[in-house]
Each structure stands twice: as C-alpha cells, then as structure tokens.
C-alpha cells in the first residue's frame, strides 16, 4: 500500500529501541522507552497558509530527525508500525558531519 501525507505532515519510522545500557545491562522489552527519533519516509506538499500559499516543508525524505515525545500517530502500513506527524512535531534534524 502506498501512503502520501497531506499538507504540512510527514510519515516517519521509528529508530529501533535501545536493548542494552552503556554498561551492558539488556533491557527486557517490557521496560523499553520508544525513541524519539526516526527517519523520515514520506513529506506532504507543504505547509498552507491563511493566503492559501503553499510553504515547501523544511524536512524531507531521509532526514534523521528527533520528534517530541507525544508526537503524532502510530499506523501500521504493510505490517510495519509507522507514525504520522506534523512538521511542527518534529524538534530538528541530525546532521552526520
């Protein structure tokens, strides 16, 4: 199935969680904290404002960014979780450099 945000939205994987601390302990799954970050898999047409001009989004496909805690939605495409957020959710990208 294929998914394209609307508008001002992005879909986003989630980075997979963390299974062991730096000292080696394993966390059982039970007790994992979802991530906050992800890569961007898909960007909507861009933001739309009262003038109905249309603002390109700042993100875009491949982006590895942080997103607040509480943001967006999970869907589940093809049997993999996903979630759908807006771009004002996400608090920035991560450069490699």
Avoid: Q
Wanted: hydrophobic letters at 40%; charged letters at 35%.
């Amino acid at each position: 199935m294929k998914f394209r945000p609307l508008h001002d939205r992005v879909l986003v994987r989630r980075a997979e969680p963390e299974t062991k601390t730096a000292g080696g302990i394993i966390i059982p799954e039970s007790a994992e904290e979802k991530p906050s970050e992800g890569v961007i898999v898909a960007v909507g047409s861009g933001y739309v404002n009262d003038n109905g001009e249309v603002r390109a989004l700042d993100v875009k496909k491949g982006d590895k960014v942080i997103f607040s805690k509480w943001a967006g939605t999970e869907i589940k495409i093809d049997g993999e979780e996903l979630m759908v957020m807006k771009e004002s959710d996400i608090i920035g990208v991560v450069d490699a450099a």
